[in-house]
């Protein structure tokens, strides 16, 4: 439904938030401008380009900032994925996910452990068919998974309250007791946390990974589809550039190499905001103002104008220190090596190393189009974690130069993956990549683009989409949502909360964007709805459904 208005919003930031906003307002009659810094579209998500990598006319090898993984419990982000047409409108860029059918458990002391990421059970048992998951060779005991899978009912059968109330002010280590179980338990079930969220077990709050964790887990052991989805070729060629498409088409001026320098807020309300773009700044203004930039970036924007206009805006400050590096390496490879048919986790890697081998996903790309011509396949690899040392150097990732980066994470997934036979040689190695945003500056690197961690008693920090100055809006992973962890899904979401906000204030009769719950397992509601009398009668969780 189109508005009965056309009114003008300026979008700060053209990543995944930023787009997201831009494509509801433009499907609604907005005018639409996006500002962005870089030259390229799609933020965090995007794929790029390794500079000077192409000879005799082949294209530069594709890099990415972080290989994308899109979990089957995503609604908001693949709901707007099946509007973007592809292939000129006969596909959406959705029909470019496929899946990942195994997920697999790498460590530096026994053969890699598959797990199948889709089970064709029916839904018997949900206990017994999360169990199951861990019957493997992982030296846990029937104690050891029963306890873990305990933690993850009790989250999944919590009340919305108590999850938000009280387990975000609880770590996850602590919620797991993990102090008293055994040191395996630890190793993989406090390990993973570190990998899946790039957050240490004891840092990170027990609502946002016992609910992404569990929500994994029931769709690993759930009928209908694997929990696995994964993109068939760069982000950008399949998905970010026809969206940039069109929004384009649709009338969105997507505007690269605009900085957004200040925000101008008199009188409590926005009055302009100043970008410099091309060397030039100027003043742009706009009915409404809609912020999808990086929480670091949004805690420096702020002055005294802002805080005056909206003194809760000063917990992003705060809120901005709750960020950690996760950055992206590509191995490009002589020969494909597909290693598992899904993402890899690292388990024994101190840099909490992942993984995914790309060519087995990418049919219609012909990899010796591209580089030297000689790459026939790409393993690329997320690092989560900067501050511990390595194994070869015995430095942390943050201390190392580019080559022993390099060196580092090549050793790491060498020794997990060369257990039982050799799956990768130094001879197979054409050419590598680490991502851009690691500079280095006298010695020590610096990351351009750190990703916000959900601490320990940070929701209280995180603001909501609105805000108290009424033509400013929230649109990025750190604003207050069902998805609850930084997420292209939580980008998404907040970007559909912000542009309902927004037709709430101009009065448009446009239908609004469609918000899903986290979890909706209409099976656990019985559970649930018990938890939350019990909740607001002061009684602890008990897991029953009455009483
Ligand atoms: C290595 C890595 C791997 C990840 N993997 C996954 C994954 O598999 N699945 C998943 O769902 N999520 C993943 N994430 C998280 C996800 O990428 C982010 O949460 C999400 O993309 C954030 O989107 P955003 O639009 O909120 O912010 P951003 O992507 O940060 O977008 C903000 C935009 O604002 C621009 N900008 C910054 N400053 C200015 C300025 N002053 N003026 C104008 N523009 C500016 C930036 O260039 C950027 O384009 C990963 C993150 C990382 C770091």
Redesign the pocket.
Known sequence: MVASVHPSVVV???????MSAAQELMERGFHVTV????RI?????RSMPVPGTGTEGRRDLPGE??????PKF?KH?TDTMKRIPYQGGRRSVYDNLIEGTNLGLAFFDRPMQPFLTEFPQSISGWRTLLKSLFRNNLNLSEHDIDHYVSALWKVLTSCDERRLLDYQRVSWWDFLQAEKQSPEFRHIFTGLTRILVAARAREVNACTVGTVGATIMLDMVLPGGSADRLLNGPTNDVWINPWLNYLRQGGVDYRFG????HIHCEDSRIQGVT?TENGQSRRVTADYYLA???VE?MAE?LNDGLLAGDPLLGGLIELAKNVEW???VQFYLKEDVPIIHGHVIYMDSPWALTSVSQAQFWPEFRLSDYGNGQVRGIISI?VSDWKVPGILYGKPAMECTREEIKAEVWEQIKRSLNQDKIVLSDDMLVEWNL?EDIQFEEGRATNA?P?LVNHVNTWNLRPNAYTAIPNLFL????VRTNTDL??????NE?ARRAVNCILERAGSDASPCKIWDMYDYPILSAWRSNDRARFHKGLPWNGKIIG
């Open positions: 700060l930031g053209g990543g995944i938030a930023g500002m962005e810094s870089r579209p799609g933020g965090k998500a900032h972080g290989f994308r993984f899109f995503y982000v605009a900085k957004v320098e970008v999808a930039l990086p970036v924007l996760m950055n992206g997320d991502d683009e990703l649109a990025s992973d750190y930084a997420t292209m899904e939580s980008a907040a």
